[in-house]
């Protein structure tokens, strides 16, 4: 590595190098120097550098549901091809009969976790969110129920005038385990306004984030990139998400999220490869105090997150079985991977499989 950086002629990038393998924190003048470089292979070398210090060879997935329990949602973000009005032909609402059988027929394949987050329907009330909550937990004690994001809780506290962490304590004593990391975006106001003006702010996803960990829910933290929004923007949000994460420690992983943009309003193009690898890299650059960097591999593509295990990245989530936000939206991603899949996948990477619960208490090593 520090032969690697000794031949790096950019004096900038080698001054960063330097930071990074004495362990020092980078600013974000110098995240952005990186996201304007185009050395990505030395990025990529950087970023597995720190990756390899926090992880070792291992890469992580997990057998999990993702449920999207209904598509009706009141704020159509303009970057949402997921999201319909109540009246829309494409709306649906899953029951809760529904929900518990597709997850009692998972469990056959041998889930861990339940990734459930959807739209925010107009019609359905604070009690539902307690009741469906507390209902799958007490019929699956055994499995872990990571959902609701910060937009549906931001709702919820509308809903019943109570404040966030009032409300994740409700949700907390009916079963929930641990937060997901949706509706961060980018947090920018000026990109706010043109892609989600009406839902819950950065001010209010900060502080559900931060009210989670303080009541020892811990929680995932994304970013949607590669619409509307700058470098800059980029940074900003990772800057926003490190400080809070040097608060509290509450947060388990990062999950940079490709925008996809057939069907939506907002319209635009899909992020190519080198800008997928580029943001994996540098967010595990910058973010050094985070354990795990996801390559999601339902926005990045398999063989995109297969490239990205060597750049930084150490977890590829899971299973997954079927996911409607994004494949909403054009994704050519698969429904669903199987476990022998992923393992392949991580195989290929030359990263040594784990499968690991919510938490990333490893499973099993194979
Ligand atoms: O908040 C919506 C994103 C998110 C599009 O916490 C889109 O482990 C791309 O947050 N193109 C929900 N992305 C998914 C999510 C997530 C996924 C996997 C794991 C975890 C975790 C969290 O999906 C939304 C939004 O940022 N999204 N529309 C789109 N057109
Ligand atoms: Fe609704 Fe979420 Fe889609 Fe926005 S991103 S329209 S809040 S489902």
């Known amino acids: ?166 409300v994740l304590m409700e949700l907390k004593e009916a079963g929930l385990d641990a937060l997901p990391g949706g509706g961060a975006e980018i947090f920018s106001e000026r990109v706010r306004q043109i892609i989600a003006p009406t839902k819950a702010n950065k001010e209010d996803y900060l502080d559900i984030h931060e009210s989670a960990h303080k009541i020892g829910l811990s929680s995932n933290a994304t970013m949607l990139y590669g619409h509307v929004e700058t470098y800059e923007e980029r940074v900003s949000h990772m800057d926003d998400i490190r400080k809070l994460q040097d608060k509290t420690g509450g947060f388990q992983v990062f999950i940079p999220l490709a925008y996809w943009p057939e069907g939506t309003r907002l319209g635009g193009r899909r992020t190519s490869s080198v800008d997928d690898i580029k943001t994996i890299a540098i967010s595990r650059i910058f973010l050094d105090n985070f354990n795990h960097i996801k390559a999601y591999w339902v926005t990045l593509g398999e063989r995109v997150a297969q490239i990205a295990l060597n750049c930084g990245a150490d977890d590829l989530d899971g299973t997954i079985l079927e996911e409607k936000i994004v494949h909403s939206a054009g994704t050519t991603s698969p429904i669903a991977q199987s476990k022998s899949k992923l393992i392949n996948i991580i195989k290929g990477a030359n990263k040594i499989p784990v499968e690991r619960d919510t938490f990333y208490n490893p499973i099993c090593i194979h």
Not at 30 to 36: G, R, W, Y
Not at 58 to 84: D, K, R
Not at 89 to 103: F, M, P, V
């Open 1 to 166: 590595m520090q032969e690697l950086i000794e031949l790096q002629k950019d004096k900038a990038l080698r001054d960063i190098g330097e930071k990074v393998l004495s362990g020092k924190r980078i600013t974000k003048e110098e995240a952005l120097t990186l996201f304007k470089s185009n050395d990505l292979a030395y990025i990529c070398a950087l970023a597995e550098y720190v990756n390899k210090q926090k992880n070792s060879n291992f890469a992580y997935f997990i057998v999990n549901i993702q449920i999207n329990p209904t598509n009706i949602c009141v704020y159509g973000c303009s970057f949402c091809a997921f999201g319909v009005k109540k009246t829309d032909s494409r709306a649906y609402e899953l029951s809760t009969e529904q929900i518990l059988s597709k997850i009692s027929a998972a469990k056959e394949l041998g889930i861990k976790e339940v990734h459930m987050v959807g739209g925010i329907p107009p019609h359905w009330r604070y009690e539902d969110y307690i009741k469906l909550t507390k209902t799958i937990k007490d019929h699956n004690p055994d499995i872990f129920l990571k959902a609701w994001t910060a937009v549906e809780i931001a709702h919820m506290s509308k809903l019943s005038s109570k404040s966030h962490i009032e």
